[in-house]
């Protein structure tokens, strides 16, 4: 197998990506923390643990059709580009989450104007991102990977159906005066669960990655090289 | 050895295989050859994991072809698309092919581009149709594979690299031996380095020979027109050309009494292939 060579190759060709967000990030957190200092009003906190999860779900989407021409390209399975896309993820949602809550603590360097996003450990803070970076990936992973199976027609139609029914569904449960029905009371339920701590919201994005782990490895396990001609 | 059993291929509604049965033994020079559509890019995609078969079993050496990392190492594939991302310089991408294929020769990879006039410090994106092909063709004499794979590789070349690929492709068959498959529409500038002859059409095996025996089949006659049409009367002709007073005949079959005022030579390949493959 060659799980290595495809996860050096993720890094290599990703590092340049996450030095610059690190740069940026750390850049920006640090002018805003003097700024906010300086004018001795106002609480900051730059929370860039959580723009680190977009950040990552990015890297997600983009995961998929590079890596698999790679591998396409250099004589490696579908089974080893997955695995190696899981070792990447697992090795950059820890790097991204220990990284992004060092710089969260930027802000507390001023103390007057610092109000903390969350209040745990550090070490269950960086646990808990670890977790959500995990989840964003593999699902940006899934989404590049279901889009890439799909053909221009059905593009179309899911681009459409999907931002709509998201949009009607959530106009309803807005404008929905009555109280909620027994029917959808597990829903509230679970997500009081999921709020009463930071270690159930960490479980829940571990499914969650789980599930679009799964989910990608069923979009993967067939994926054929692109641009293929029927025939010839 | 690369051994393809029974294999059938579909596109939703188009069947690009159709329980296709081929072998590409160990070092020899193969032309896979099929008109625009027959399945040849299909078959190559197939025996490179790029696809998965719709029915049907490919191995190399015994083993299992599909999702077998071992196995595909021992393979490498130009092909028409371009599997690099844009953004990436030549010279990178050869490190990184290194890192995938132990046997990939840098020192030699670097004196093919310079022989080829390739700048390895340009960007895949920034290389022109032609270039994009040569980067494509180092990388695959490099590779050091044993099955090296080749789909329309001198695709946007002028004369002088497709002259310089064929005699690079040969310096290293003759200096490594392995398999080589050129799958090509340019018949007449391979037909003197392939040694063996495989034609797809429609999806199936239509010919699969030794380059030898396809040129026994038949021959060509030349002279003036008057005199090759009277001794072709009869003959099983696949096809002729006419310059001038003069004639060129294509016949299939046995070489026998062919008077001394005609000209005789092997049978033209690409002239067997239009017979074979015209619908």
């Known amino acids: 197998m060659k799980i290595k060579q495809m996860f050096l190759w993720q890094l290599k060709s990703s590092l340049p990506a996450f030095i610059i967000f690190f740069c940026i990030i750390t850049a920006l957190t640090t002018v805003l923390t003097i700024v906010f200092a300086r004018n001795g009003n106002g609480t900051f906190n730059m929370a860039a643990a959580s723009i680190g999860v977009f950040f990552l779900f990015v890297v997600g989407c983009a995961s998929f059709a590079e890596n698999l021409h790679i591998a396409f390209g250099n004589g490696v399975s579908r089974r080893t580009h997955f695995l190696s896309f899981l070792l990447f993820a697992a090795f950059s949602s820890a790097l991204t989450a220990f990284v992004c809550v060092l710089i969260d603590m930027i802000p507390s360097l001023s103390p007057s104007t610092y109000i903390p996003l969350l209040t745990d450990t550090p070490g269950m803070q960086i646990f808990f991102y670890f977790t959500l970076n995990f989840g964003f990936m593999a699902f940006g992973y899934f989404l590049a990977g279901a889009y890439y199976r799909m053909n221009k027609a059905a593009k179309i139609t899911v681009s459409i159906i999907i931002p709509a029914a998201a949009i009607t569904c959530f106009v309803l449960i807005m404008n929905t005066a009555a109280p909620v029905g027994p029917e959808v009371q597990p829903l509230p339920l679970f997500l009081q669960w999921m709020l009463a701590s930071i270690m159930n919201a960490a479980l829940f994005w571990l499914l969650f990655a789980a599930l679009f782990l799964f989910l990608g490895w069923l979009v993967t396990r067939r994926a054929g090289i692109r641009q293929q001609q029927p025939a010839g | ?279």
């Not at chain 2, 130009?78 to 020192?107: C, G, H, Q």
């Not at chain 2, 290293?172 to 340019?186: D, E, G, N």
């Not at chain 2, 089949?217 to 001038?244: P, R």
Request: charged share 25%.
């Open chain 2, 1 to 279: 050895m690369i051994e393809v059993r029974n294999v059938t291929k579909n596109f939703r509604n188009v069947t690009a295989l159709r329980s296709l049965n081929v072998s590409f033994g160990e070092n020899r020079i193969y032309g896979l050859l099929g008109r625009n559509g027959a399945g040849k890019s299909t078959l190559l995609n197939l025996m490179t994991n790029r696809l998965i078969p719709t029915e049907g079993f490919l191995y190399l050496d015994g083993f299992p072809l599909t999702e077998n990392d071992r196995v595909l190492g021992k393979i490498f594939c130009m092909s028409e698309n371009t599997l690099y991302e844009p953004s990436v310089r030549v010279e990178r991408i050869f490190k990184w092919t290194a890192m995938f294929y132990p046997a990939f020769d840098t020192a030699y990879a670097a004196a093919l581009a310079e022989k080829f006039g390739l700048d390895t410090r340009k960007k895949v994106g920034q290389l022109s149709t032609g270039y994009r092909s040569i980067f494509k063709l180092v990388l695959t004499l490099a590779s050091g594979a044993e099955y090296l794979l080749f789909d329309e590789p001198v695709l946007g070349l002028d004369a002088n690299h497709r002259q310089l690929f064929y005699e690079e492709l040969l310096a290293r068959y003759s200096k490594r031996p392995c398999t080589v498959i050129l799958s090509t529409h340019l018949i007449e500038e391979i037909a003197s380095l392939i040694e063996h002859v495989v034609i797809i059409k429609d999806g199936r095996i239509l010919l699969d020979r030794p380059a030898e025996e396809i040129h026994n089949m038949g021959f060509t006659v030349s002279g003036k027109k008057d005199e090759v049409e009277k001794w072709c009367a009869g003959k099983n002709i696949l096809g002729s050309q006419e310059i001038g007073g003069l004639m060129l005949a294509h016949i299939l079959g046995r070489r026998s009494d062919i008077p001394a005022s005609l000209t005789a030579t092997p049978l033209d390949l690409q002239q067997l292939f239009i017979h074979l493959t015209n619908s």
